[in-house]
T-cell receptor
Framework: GAVVSQHPSWVICKSGTSVKIECRSL??????MFWYRQFPKQSLMLMAT?????????EQGVEKDKFLINHASLTLSTLTVTSAHPEDSSFYIC?????????????FGPGTRLTVL | AQSVAQPEDQVNVAEGNPLTVKCTYS??????LFWYVQYPNRGLQFLLK??????LVKGSYGFEAEFNKSQTSFHLKKPSALVSDSALYFC????????????FGKGTRLHILP
C-alpha cells in the first residue's frame, strides 16, 4: 500500500517553544492530508484537513493560530505547534488520501509523540 | 452529524477461536465504512472498507466485515484468531452526502490469549 512518513517520530521540547512535524507521502501525490491527535487510550480526534495550495480547514475547538498547518506541495504537509505547553503533549498522526477520489482510503503516518516539559 | 460506536472497550478471545469486534454507525447520507488496526506507538493500518456492493467485505490479514444496513452495523470478524492479532481496532465512517467527514470510533482493544 501507499506509504506516509512522519518526522520526527518523537520530540521533547520546553514549554513555550515551537515544534514542527512533517508528514510526507512517499510514493504518491496527496491532494488532501489530515492531522489527528490521539490521547492515551482514546480515539483519534480530527484536528484539521490540509489541502495542497490552500488554507487548512480546522475542526471546531482547534486553535488555528496554535496549530499551524502548511501543505506546500502534493507530498508534504507540516504541523507546527506554536508556543507549546504541557497540555499539548500528545500523539499526533497524519494521513493522506491516495488520489483525488473521496472514496479512497486514508493511509496513516506512524505518528509523532510530542512531550512538552 | 454522523457517529460511530464501538460498544466494547476490550475483547478477549482464545487463540484459534473466531473473533468479532462490533461497530455500529449513524449517518444522514450513505455510509462509507472502514476498519483500521493500530499497534503500540504506531499509526493506523488499513484493514478493509465498504462502499457499495457485496455486504461481506474481505480485507487484510484474514479479516472480514459484514455490512448490515438494517442494523446499521459493520462488525469485524476473523474465523480463527492469532496472538499477533492483538491490537487496537478502530471503526470509521464517512458520511457521503452528509458533511463528508471521517469519524472514528473510540477503539476496541483485542486481546488474543495463547
Amino acid at each position: 500500500g501507499a506509504v506516509v512518513s512522519q518526522h520526527p517520530s518523537w520530540v521533547i521540547c520546553k514549554s513555550g517553544t515551537s515544534v514542527k512535524i512533517e508528514c510526507r507521502s512517499l510514493d504518491f501525490q496527496a491532494t488532501t492530508m489530515f492531522w489527528y491527535r490521539q490521547f492515551p487510550k482514546q480515539s483519534l480526534m480530527l484536528m484539521a484537513t490540509s489541502n495542497e495550495g490552500s488554507k487548512a480547514t480546522y475542526e471546531q475547538g482547534v486553535e488555528k493560530d496554535k496549530f499551524l498547518i502548511n501543505h506546500a506541495s502534493l507530498t508534504l504537509s507540516t504541523l507546527t505547534v506554536t508556543s507549546a505547553h504541557p497540555e499539548d503533549s500528545s500523539f499526533y498522526i497524519c494521513s493522506a488520501i491516495f488520489g483525488t477520489s473521496l472514496y479512497n482510503e486514508q493511509f496513516f503516518g506512524p505518528g509523532t509523540r510530542l512531550t512538552v516539559l | 452529524a454522523q457517529s460511530v460506536a464501538q460498544p466494547e472497550d476490550q475483547v478477549n478471545v482464545a487463540e484459534g477461536n473466531p473473533l468479532t469486534v462490533k461497530c455500529t454507525y449513524s449517518v444522514s447520507g450513505n455510509p462509507y465504512l472502514f476498519w483500521y488496526v493500530q499497534y503500540p506507538n504506531r499509526g493506523l493500518q488499513f484493514l478493509l472498507k465498504y462502499i457499495t456492493g457485496d455486504n461481506l467485505v474481505k480485507g487484510s490479514y484474514g479479516f472480514e466485515a459484514e455490512f448490515n444496513k438494517s442494523q446499521t452495523s459493520f462488525h469485524l470478524k476473523k474465523p480463527s484468531a492469532l496472538v499477533s492479532d492483538s491490537a487496537l481496532y478502530f471503526c470509521a465512517v464517512r458520511d457521503i452526502g452528509g458533511d463528508d467527514k471521517i469519524i472514528f470510533g473510540k477503539g476496541t482493544r483485542l486481546h488474543i490469549l495463547p
